[in-house]
Every structure is written in structure tokens, then in C-alpha cells.
């Protein structure tokens, strides 16, 4: 088990000082898919952090949409093309597709359709992501960010859909618990679990924070299922400097209490 945070490359130092294994990067600030070749600098940034940046979030910028009129499977294709030949030159391995500015399902839009852009673009996606030893996993996010995929069950209809092994999904504690979706759900998906994000729901602070969160039934859960991959804070108001260490140490006692 590999213990990181979602943070820049150039917080690493901090990140790696107060024990944790790896830094969570933002895809448009280290693999800048829309920047020609000669203007990316996210190796540099990459080879120069003290911790391997071994994922990544925020895989397609809002204004490149996914689903609606809009939306433009060759553009997405170029896109992704150089996004997961960036990752795998930074020893990336997951690539997390939240996107909800990308994926959001426009106002009046038929939802079959959607849905259909949306397995469509994994399908062209997955394959690329195999050639780079990249997995992209499926985020579910609440309702209130999002229209489309509000929950690990209806992510994993998409990754049934798609059916391919670089392809997989992601559990977040936090839009996990707003939506109050049952632990069953996460139970069934654990074969298809390859990314976890942590935060408590009062507020989407660091796991431990808010003081009301208890980890221990989900991460129960993961353990039942024999999850043994990486687990990223994506959390608000994170003072790794003041609060890194503390935290991790939450996470760890609450994993083993489990």
C-alpha cells in the first residue's frame, strides 16, 4: 500500500518529509495535453521532485467537451494521445477521469447518448493508455458536480461497457459518503477498484479533521477485497508541513483497526 497526496510536483519535498510515498499531480499542470511538445515542461518538473508523481487528476479540461454537440472524438483523440505518452515518461501509472466540466451532460442533450460519447471516448481512450502502461480510472463524483456517473455502481456500468483492462474505477470517500451510497456497491466493484481518494465529508478536509469521519467500515471494505494499490488525500485546506505527518498517522491507525 502506497500512501500519497494531490498536490504540485514542487510541494514534494514537504509531501516526502512528512512520510508519505507519492505526489497525486493535476494533468493540466504536469501533462499539459493541450501544449505542443515544445512547450511542456512536466518532465523537468517530474525528474526534479523528491517522490515519483505516480497519478494524476483532472484528465480533460473543461472547455475539450466529452459529451453534447460539442463534443469531437479526433480532438479528444489527439488530446489523449499526448497525455498518456506524457505520463508514461513520467512514470505515471493512473490517470483519473473526474472531468466533470468535460463529461457533464448538457441541459436538454439525450442522456443515451451521453452515456454512448462517453464509453465511446474510454474505448478510444483504454487502448492508448494500455501502450503506456497507464490505467485510467472512472471517478464518480456527487450531483451537485456533476450530471453523469454519481456513483461507483454507475461507474462500473461504464467499465463493464468499455471492457477493458486499462480501464478501471476509482472509490473517493467523500462524494462516496454525500451520495450515501451503501457499502455493497463498493463491494462489487472491488475487482474493478484501482484507485482510492480519501477525505471526510464535513467540510472535504484531511481524513481526521473534521473529527466526525470513521474510515473503518470503508476501508473494510477494501481490505476485503484485497485492495493493496495506491489511496491519495484530495482534500481542501491540506498544511502538509503542519499537518502531513498527523494525518497519515490517522489513516494508517484507522486501516489497521479495520
Not at 87 to 114: C, I, Q, Y
Not at 188 to 202: N, S, T, W
Request: charged share 25%.
Amino acid at each position: 500500500m502506497r500512501f500519497g497526496i494531490c498536490t504540485g510536483a514542487g510541494a514534494s519535498g514537504s509531501v516526502k518529509s512528512a512520510g508519505w510515498d507519492f505526489v497525486e499531480e493535476n494533468v493540466q499542470g504536469i501533462l499539459q495535453g493541450s501544449n505542443p511538445d515544445d512547450a511542456w515542461d512536466g518532465r523537468a518538473r517530474a525528474t526534479a521532485a523528491t517522490l515519483p508523481l505516480l497519478a494524476a487528476n483532472c484528465l480533460v479540461p473543461g472547455n475539450l467537451k466529452i459529451t453534447g454537440p460539442e463534443a469531437d472524438l479526433g480532438k479528444l483523440r489527439e488530446y489523449m494521445t499526448r497525455v498518456l505518452q506524457r505520463a508514461a515518461k513520467t512514470g505515471m501509472k493512473v490517470l483519473v477521469f473526474g472531468s466533470g466540466g468535460a463529461r457533464n451532460v448538457p441541459e436538454g442533450f439525450d442522456r443515451e447518448k451521453a452515456r454512448q460519447q462517453i464509453i465511446e471516448f474510454m474505448k478510444m481512450a483504454a487502448p492508448i493508455a494500455g501502450q503506456n502502461g497507464v490505467t485510467i480510472v472512472a471517478e464518480p463524483l456527487n450531483k451537485q458536480e456533476c450530471n453523469v456517473i454519481n456513483s461507483v455502481a454507475d461507474a462500473m456500468t461504464y467499465v463493464k461497457a468499455v471492457n477493458h483492462p486499462n480501464f478501471q474505477c476509482l472509490v473517493d470517500s467523500f462524494h462516496f459518503w454525500v451520495e450515501d451510497e451503501p457499502l455493497e456497491n463498493l463491494k462489487q466493484a472491488m475487482p474493478h477498484i484501482r484507485h482510492v481518494h480519501l477525505a471526510d465529508k464535513d467540510g472535504r478536509v484531511p481524513p481526521g479533521q473534521s473529527g466526525t469521519a470513521d474510515y473503518r467500515p470503508f476501508f473494510r471494505t477494501l481490505k476485503q477485497g484485497n485492495y493493496n494499490d495506491l489511496i491519495s488525500v484530495e482534500a481542501g485546506g491540506f498544511d502538509v508541513d503542519k499537518d502531513g505527518a498527523k494525518v497519515l498517522q490517522f489513516i494508517k491507525r484507522q486501516w489497521d483497526e479495520a
